[in-house]
Nanobody
Framework: QVRLAESGGGLVQAGGSLRLSCAAS????????MAWFRQAPGKEREIVAA????????FYAAFVKRRFTISRDNAKNAVYLQMGSLKPEDTAVYYC????????????????WGQGTQVTVSS
């Protein structure tokens, strides 16, 4: 099972940018679909973006609206989420997740998770 560790969260003003990183260990992510989820206080965890192992398929939640970009560097065994035009409603804990197999958007389909990184957007 691949182990995941997120970093890059923090406090940012509305309109600002952040780049989240997810470092993988134990297995190479080149054969994994990778995804970012988020969970705000009192809300269910929701998918933000996902990318298939080959990179041919990418999914973004509707609320992303071209503000975020998911990318991976298989040589570094890492996945990134570049976030721009941040809004207060983007405040949440962001999780990196991995699964073997095709791209899925349901969190139950992912079996490897990081511990999460807090993103707080002030108005």
């Amino acid at each position: 099972q691949v182990r995941l560790a997120e970093s890059g969260g923090g406090l940012v003003q509305a309109g600002g940018s952040l780049r989240l990183s997810c470092a993988a260990s134990g297995r190479t992510i080149s054969t994994y679909t990778m995804a970012w989820f988020r969970q705000a206080p009192g809300k269910e965890r929701e998918i933000v973006a996902a990318q298939s192992a080959s990179g041919d398929s990418t999914f973004y939640a509707a609320f992303v609206k071209r503000r975020f970009t998911i990318s991976r560097d298989n040589a570094k065994n890492a996945v990134y989420l570049q976030m721009g035009s941040l809004k207060p409603e983007d405040t949440a804990v962001y999780y990196c997740a991995a699964r073997r197999g095709p791209l899925e958007i349901r969190d139950g389909e992912y079996d490897s998770w990081g511990q999460g990184t807090q993103v707080t957007v002030s108005s």
